[in-house]
């Protein structure tokens, strides 16, 4: 068990660089750096940008020097914690980062929390009960909510909570507290706020998990081993909780690996439409306005989310699976 | 209970609905089970017999209803009041007590009918913890006790395993001990050992009966193997598409079967004493016609049979690599020796039967002959006419050219014919694939293929899912002999099928074999369908061949202890030859480190074939006399 968790952290580290590598160079990739982009806003807006100034900048942002060694200076700072600094807000990426993160990490943890609560007893009815009256409900709401991008049903939700609530929906909290630091009556309002892109972000994925688990359970349930259970004499719920719903969990956990990333950059479009204070927006922000540190820092946090989010649905499966545990080696 | 049944089945009908019609799968079936007693079951695929097992359990599918009739169980537990199972509900109370500790059931598939995600000691104890009141030590004794009466030799240990670490026949054990735990008093078992190698099925049997002497319960038997229920049963019941044909106590069944049904089913069943000449009749036989395309078919030359023979295999041996060990533990690399220095010749006409249990390497070797696969070293050569051809140097064009003379009969009808295509584009490929004839010759060609395996050649529109399991086999067979080949791999053609289908294949088979003037590679687990179709026989275990001789030779003089133990278990259906259940080497037989000298295979000394005369070759440790071999000087 150590050898095989030393060995897993072991290959994460040269993942890790090579991520880093392909991060910078697409960051890279369209041309211009965030200075020429300055420019031709100020160009645009009709002033003159201060060639002097812009030169100075350059120099002090290191955008002279060639790609690798901004890279190298980059990587190298990611090694002692430093994040870079973000050219936009003209701050540290952690500080611009910091308070965003828990946000997103709440409202993603909200939100998925809310998709199982919601999609288990579904999917499990669907199943169990295929082809019923309830079935048939349930996957049509199931369908619309698959088919429904999930911007156009943030803004119906804001349409509504605005005409019958008569309050903007918009954002985690009350402007008021918009520059303070965290606080018990700031998360009241969080909690007043957050609901609706709970919903919002959670609706789509409970479709699509409430058909998953529909369907694998369906799979499972015609087994030999369940008729075997109910020969048993077992009951038809601890029958269904004992065995089938215990083998069509496996690709839920193995889903744990890409709920994580989720977290940073999911759902950006409903970040923007409902104009949350979540990272979305902002890597959306900071890649057109080649803010590269700060995007460049988002897309690493996330590299590392997805690396430890397999390694965790990995280690899950396996205390969860006797079968991967002990490497079994024919399933006839 | 007034006349001391345990269970009667009085006149009951079930109906399954689909597509919204009612279809009868059973209809009128009645017979009855005293305590105790071995009743059998025996029907082809489709007769209903497992129908009847599922609805005295109450777990027939949803679709299935009990449309007449009563199910009388008379649980010894309530003081033999009776209860009418078929007026329980399923899902309720009262029928959920029933099961397990009144009536238990032994599913055919051990590995699909347990759950891979729980140990063997929680599945075997659920019951138990289910039906009666006992403290968490004193269920974990009742366990370990049963795990050792069906013959778990570490019981401790086993509690602790899963189902997937397991062999075939323990989990099947683990699976009887699951039924028994309750001490139910009857017990149902579908297809017990169906699923099984024969030794391990005689086992397993032995294992049944051991059990119900000395726990005193009734077993039924559902089956569709007449050797099985002439080894088991007391009384037989005989059904045929949802009703009894006939039944009665098993000699007079087996012995004057009444029914022309049962009599034509024994009559379809390949047995050890045929005559050399008999043939097997089949409830339909096809008669094969050949048109004039396939006897166009250039005669060999004498000089081209006196090359060499027509499949000469040199000491094949392949290894694989399997990676064990756990997902935490470092990962060791086992190379087992899946095939170990097979070589064997086939003479141009003639049918080598090769035979082994599963693993034993047989599907390996003819895989390495198709060139599906490479072997470590050895080689394959092929008379192509006259050229002598080494299968496993040939270029690329060569090779393609080898494919025509070599074709494959795979095991399941239904998973090697693609469901997309139509008959008559399944059967035209190869000639597709060689860019053989135009359009006109290629329908006349699969008319004629139609008609060869005795289908109507009107027939070639329609989809293989039309078709029955036998028609589908026949359908691959005109697929493979759309290219005229010389030689044919049969991988366990019949398997798969019925009784009575299985007589008609391989009587076409055989008829083909001589209007063709094929060859074929016969692989099988069946002895006696072996004993049926071939000339020559090989067996193989654990990767290597062990005895090889002519058919007559084989059955009357078998000198391996690997070979004796594989006949010894293959059950007939004659009531006089009944298996000498004491006489297994209780799993032994095919552990060649088992084996007595001078046969075993130890690492200790080498060893090879020896010719004993006549082509009969066996094989035993190097130095060791024939005397030795035969037994003659060792008693």
Redesign the interface.
């Known amino acids: 068990m150590l050898a095989y968790l030393a060995r897993r952290l072991l290959v994460m580290i040269p993942t890790l660089v090579a991520i880093s590598a392909i991060v910078f160079f697409i960051i890279q990739l369209p041309p211009g750096d965030y200075l020429s982009t300055m420019v031709e806003e100020l160009l645009a807006q009709g002033e003159k940008p201060d060639g002097d100034r812009i030169r100075m900048l350059r120099e002090q942002f290191g955008l002279d020097r060639t790609p690798i060694e901004q890279y190298l200076h980059w990587a190298g700072g990611l090694l002692v914690g430093d994040l870079g600094w973000s050219f936009e807000y003209n701050l540290p990426v952690s500080q611009v980062v910091g308070e965003r993160l828990v946000m997103s990490f709440l409202l993603a943890f909200a939100a998925t929390l809310f998709t199982y609560i919601v999609a288990f007893p579904i999917g499990i009815y669907s199943a169990v009960r295929q082809y019923s009256v309830g079935d048939y409900a349930l996957t049509f709401v199931g369908f619309i909510g698959l088919a429904t991008p999930s911007f156009l049903i943030a803004l119906v939700v804001m349409h509504f909570s605005n005409v019958w609530f008569g309050a903007p929906v918009g954002g985690l909290y009350d402007p008021a507290y918009a520059e303070q630091p965290l606080s018990w009556a700031k998360f009241v309002s969080v909690l007043g706020h957050i609901w609706i892109p709970i919903v919002v972000i959670g609706l789509s994925s409970t479709a699509e998990m409430i058909r998953q688990l529909r369907a694998n359970l369906l799979d499972e349930l015609q087994r030999p081993y369940v008729v075997t259970g109910r020969a048993k004499g077992l009951t038809e719920g601890r029958l269904l909780f004992r065995y089938p719903l215990r083998m069509a969990l496996n690709p839920f956990i193995a889903d744990i690996g890409s709920i994580l990333p989720k977290l940073i950059s999911g759902s950006a479009i409903v970040g923007v439409v409902l104009s949350l204070p979540t990272n979305g927006p902002m890597l959306l922000r900071a890649l057109q306005s080649h803010d590269m540190y700060l995007a460049g820092s988002f897309l690493m946090i996330e590299a590392v989310l997805v690396v430890v989010g397999m390694l965790i649905s990995d280690i899950a499966l396996a205390l969860l699976d006797p079968r991967i545990r002990l490497g079994a080696g024919s399933e006839k | 209970m007034p006349d001391g049944d345990l269970l009667r089945v009085e006149d009951v009908a079930i109906e399954f609905r689909v597509h919204d019609t009612l279809v009868r799968a059973v209809d009128g079936v009645s017979f009855r089970v005293r305590p105790g007693s071995t009743v059998a079951i025996v029907g082809e695929s489709g007769s209903g017999k497992s129908v009847i097992s599922q609805s005295i ?1 109450g ?1 027939l599918p949803k679709t299935a209803r009990i449309a007449q009739g009563r199910l009388l169980f008379a649980d010894p537990r309530a003081g033999e009041t009776q209860v009418d199972i078929a007026q329980l509900d399923p ?1 309720g109370e009262a029928m ?6 009144g009536i ?2 032994v ?1 055919q ?1 051990p ?9 063997v000691g929680d599945q075997v104890g ?2 138990l913890a ?2 009666e009141t006992l403290t968490p030590a004193e269920r974990t004794e009742r366990v370990e006790d049963m795990l050792a009466r069906v013959g778990f030799p570490d019981p401790v240990r086993a509690m602790r395993t ?1 189902p ?2 397991l062999s075939g026949g323990l989990r099947q054990r683990a ?1 009887i001990a ?1 039924a028994l735990i309750c001490r139910p008093a009857l017990v149902i078992a579908d297809e017990p050992t169906t699923a099984l190698d024969v030794t391990i099925q005689a086992q397993i049997l032995k294992l049944l009966q051991d059990l119900q002497q000395s726990l005193g319960m009734a077993v039924l038997l559902i089956t569709h193997d007449l050797g099985v229920v002439a080894n088991m049963a007391e009384e037989v019941v005989v059904m045929y598409r949802g009703r009894v044909m006939e039944s009665g106590t098993r000699d007079d069944l087996l012995r004057r079967p009444q029914h022309p049904y049962l009599k034509a089913l024994l009559r379809a069943v390949p047995r050890f004493d045929m005559k050399p000449d008999e043939r097997l009749t089949p409830l339909r036989e096809i008669k094969p016609e050949t048109g004039h395309l396939l006897a166009e078919q250039a005669p060999w030359t004498p000089e081209a049979d006196a090359a060499g023979p027509l499949l000469a295999v040199e000491g094949l041996t392949r290894s694989f690599v ?10 060791t690399e086992n190379r087992v020796l899946a095939v170990d220095d097979v070589g064997f010749e086939l003479q141009r006409g003639e049918c080598l039967g090769l035979v082994g249990e599963s693993g034993c390497g047989k599907t390996t070797v003819s895989k390495m002959i198709l060139r599906a696969l490479a072997p470590d070293s050895g080689k394959v050569l092929f008379n192509d006419r006259g050229t002598i051809r080494d299968v496993h140097a040939m270029g690329p064009e060569d090779l393609f050219a080898f494919r025509r003379r070599i074709q494959f009969i795979f095991q399941d009808p239904y998973a090697s014919l693609n469901p997309r295509m139509t008959v008559y584009d399944l059967i035209a490929e190869p000639l597709v694939i060689h860019s053989i004839g135009d359009e006109a010759y290629r329908r006349e060609m699969v008319a004629e293929l139609m008609k060869l395996v005795g289908l109507d050649a009107r027939w070639t529109n329609r989809y293989p899912h039309s078709f029955s399991g036998g028609q589908r086999q026949r359908i691959g067979i005109a697929r493979a002999l759309a290219l005229k080949p010389d030689l044919l791999l049969c991988d366990e053609p019949v398997s798969a099928l019925d009784v009575s289908i299985q007589a008609q294949i391989l009587n076409l088979l055989k008829d083909l074999k001589q209007q063709l003037g094929l060859t074929y590679l016969f692989v099988s687990h069946n002895l006696a369908v072996v004993d049926y179709i071939a000339d020559r026989i090989a067996v193989m275990c654990r990767g290597r061949l062990v005895e090889i001789a002519p058919r007559a030779q084989l059955f009357k003089r078998p000198v391996h202890p690997y070979t004796r133990a594989l006949l010894a278990a293959v059950p007939d259906p004659d009531p006089d030859r009944r298996l000498d259940l004491g006489a297994l080497m209780e799993g032994r037989a095919s552990k060649p480190e088992a084996w007595p000298m001078p046969f075993r295979l130890d690492g200790t000394a080498p060893a090879g074939l020896v010719d004993l005369g006549d082509g009969h070759r066996v094989r035993a440790r190097q130095g060791a006399s024939i005397d030795q071999i035969l037994g003659r000087s060792a008693a």
């Open positions: 359990l777990i899902r959920r007590r029933l099961r397990a500790a238990s059931i599913f598939e590995m699909t009918s347990l759950s891979p995600l729980h140990t659920e019951a289910l039906h899963y997937f670490e699976v699951m399997t990676r064990k060990g756990g997902f935490f533990a470092a990962k």
